[in-house]
């Protein structure tokens, strides 16, 4: 993936014009630093910095069709493009990059209209120009995992990029590209093309089959690991991230990578020192025999960063913030030991219900569309921290529990099962652990398999959001909080913690166009406000990490410690053992 600009029909040409480009472009350039590229059309511009991964040494963009008449300049992954090349016979290609193909696709765009982007399986945010008519596409992934900004000049010209930065001096307003939309020069208006099923919330009723879900797993990860670099996978010790590291290891030995890299895979983990994740991920990577490296920062080093973070990630809110800074620090480490891209684990709470409010869901419809409601904002919280916190560094982030397939058969099976009933031993994200449950060749100890979740912000360490808080504490005084309202009267913060990220924010980017692109930035948001509607007691809880889960969670939060350390808790402590196996749930 990489950094992409465009400016569509603005009214100068000229040579001043292009360097400005040129320069715009270049603050992309962490997000691609292998390669810069720019092509001129008359008053259109389509400037690329690439990130190599797949053909890197032919590969550079933007991309053209056999005869130039179209243009493309793409950040994304196409996994499916082999196949789609194959459909293709007639056509030239002059790379062997993944996104090449999608030039070529346009003259589908006659056969098939604009849901040719339908047929592309992967993550992507392109921008497509036919010069016979001077018309233009712009199009984001399904989910949004990749970042895309869209912006309109006075001049009539309309500017494209992966981050603000690109644009946020130059439009009169801008905002964030809506994930599975498209936007036509022809219509002037954005187009859902991504439509299935699951996301008119209504509710599922297709039986449970772990068999079905494991498969489609699987293949969500063996298909991103199409890659010509150096790879691993992102371990915190938990389900998740457990289960794509064992999945990985299971298929790498017949792949590609495993013939150029080696059959040993690498895997990172970064942590407080004595924190949970590097406890839990150690253990996990011993069990699963990877190559692992474990990076320690400590509360100083994660302040220390804070500006640049949120300049990288170009978000104000709070649980953003909190854990974009770890893996920010853990990205630069993987990325100076020449590893390029890595799996990742996100996506997967919010399919199946994994964050700990969930117990108090009161039915399986209200379950279903607040899981609906987490998939369809993952592109303002994790999918943004996942994307920039990585590209921050020239480091690839990919998501298989994102994978559009994956999804499409996780959210079509009745909530029903996903329901969380602790008298039956069904824990959170139960429909996912028993997948995996496999006695003759197990993909996790049960312990592990059955792991109570933590919150990545705390996982790292208890101490660390303490830490933040105390330090935002000596930015902001009491009377500063009393004009906040004043201050910042969209998304308000309410907590010293918040008003010091928005200050730090507002400096990068003073428009009001920025701020609005950022959601409820107190963040105490989503999760905390469906809570209360499900049990009143909850509005105690008012730290959106999770913590102090009234009673949901076996926590140590009560005896904090700073680098408090994992502990392991009888499962019948927690909840009644289940007919498959005993539950063993770390802390």
């Known amino acids: 993936m990489c950094g992409i600009l465009a400016v569509l029909g603005c009214s100068d040409d000229s040579q001043a014009k292009r360097v400005r480009v040129l320069e715009l472009s270049r603050r992309l350039k962490h997000r691609g630093p292998d390669w810069s590229g720019l092509h001129q059309h008359g008053d259109f511009f389509l400037a690329h910095q690439r990130l190599a991964i797949v053909d890197p040494a032919s590969g550079d963009q933007p991309l053209f069709n056999e005869d130039k008449s179209v243009i493309v300049t793409v950040n994304g992954e196409i996994y499916n493009h082999e196949e789609l090349r194959s459909k293709l016979p007639n056509h030239k290609f002059r790379t062997g990059c993944d996104c090449d193909v999608i030039a070529h696709l346009v003259s589908h765009l006659y056969?098939?209209?604009?849901?040719?982007?339908?047929?592309?399986?992967?993550?992507?945010?392109?921008?497509?120009?036919?010069?016979?008519?001077?018309?233009?596409?712009?199009?984001?992934?399904?989910?949004?995992?990749?970042?895309?900004?869209?912006?309109?000049?006075?001049?009539?010209?309309?500017?494209?990029?992966s981050e603000l930065k690109g644009l946020n001096d130059h439009c009169e307003h801008f905002e964030s590209f809506p994930p599975g939309h498209l936007y036509s020069s022809k219509e002037r208006e954005f187009r859902r093309w991504y439509n299935p099923l699951w996301f008119s919330e209504a509710i599922p009723s297709a039986p449970y089959d772990p068999l079905a879900l494991r498969?489609?797993?699987?293949?969500?990860?063996?298909?991103?690991?199409?890659?010509?670099v150096p790879f691993g996978v992102?371990?915190?010790?938990?389900?998740?991230?457990?289960?794509?590291?064992?999945?990985?290891?299971?298929?790498?030995?017949?792949?590609?990578?495993?013939?150029?890299?080696?059959?040993?895979?690498?895997?990172f983990c970064v942590g407080l020192e004595g924190s949970p994740d590097l406890m839990a991920a150690k253990e996990v990577a011993d069990y699963l025999g990877t190559v692992h490296h474990e990076f320690q920062y400590t509360v100083q080093d994660g302040i220390d960063a804070i500006e640049d973070v949120i300049y990288h990630i170009e978000t104000y809110d709070v649980t953003s913030i909190r854990a974009s800074i770890p893996m920010f620090l853990m990205s630069r480490k993987i990325k100076s030991l020449g590893v390029k891209m890595v799996l990742s684990g996100e996506g997967s709470d919010e399919i199946f219900g994994g964050y700990l409010y969930f117990h108090k869901a009161p039915n399986k419809e209200e379950f279903h569309r607040e899981t609906c409601r987490k998939i369809k904002a993952l592109h303002k919280?994790?999918?943004?921290?996942?994307?920039k916190s990585t590209y921050a560094w020239g480091l690839e982030?990919?998501?298989?529990?994102?994978?559009?397939?994956?999804?499409?058969?996780?959210?079509?099976?009745?909530?029903?099962y996903k329901m969380i009933k602790r008298d039956e031993g069904r824990i959170e994200k139960w429909v996912l652990r028993k997948a995996f449950d496999d006695e003759n060749h197990p993909?996790?100890?049960?312990h592990i398999l059955y792991r109570q979740k933590e919150q990545f912000s705390d996982g790292v360490g208890y101490g660390w959001i303490d830490g933040l808080k105390a330090h935002a504490a000596k930015h902001v005084n009491d009377k500063m909080m009393l004009n906040a309202s004043h201050i910042y009267p969209h998304n308000t913060p309410t907590s010293k913690e918040a008003y010091y990220y928005r200050m730090i924010f507002e400096r990068f980017f003073p428009q009001n166009s920025a701020s609005l692109t950022v959601p409820g930035g107190a963040s105490?948001?989503?999760?905390t406000a469906q809570a209360v509607l499900w049990d009143a007691a909850w509005s105690n809880n008012l730290d959106p990490s999770g913590r102090a889960a009234l009673g949901v969670h076996a926590s140590a939060y009560e005896n904090n410690q700073v680098n408090s350390v994992t502990k392991t808790v009888e499962p019948e402590k927690i909840i009644p053992k289940m007919e498959v196996s005993p539950l063993g749930i770390a802390i």
């Open 111 to 161: 056969e098939h209209g604009e849901n040719f982007v339908d047929m592309l399986d992967g993550i992507f945010s392109f921008v497509l120009l036919d010069t016979r008519d001077n018309s233009f596409i712009v199009a984001r992934d399904a989910i949004g995992v990749t970042s895309l900004y869209i912006g309109w000049g006075l001049d009539g010209s309309v500017w494209i990029s």
């Open 215 to 228: 498969h489609a797993f699987e293949k969500a990860v063996i298909k991103r690991l199409m890659t010509d």
């Open 234 to 267: 992102l371990l915190s010790g938990g389900l998740d991230s457990s289960l794509v590291a064992s999945v990985t290891a299971r298929h790498l030995a017949g792949t590609k990578a495993a013939k150029q890299w080696g059959a040993k895979l690498h895997s």
């Open 381 to 387: 919280y994790d999918c943004l921290r996942a994307n």
């Open 397 to 416: 982030a990919r998501v298989p529990f994102l994978d559009k397939e994956f999804i499409n058969v996780a959210m079509n099976i009745d909530p029903e």
């Open 443 to 446: 993909y996790l100890p049960k």
């Open 524 to 527: 105490v948001a989503c999760s």
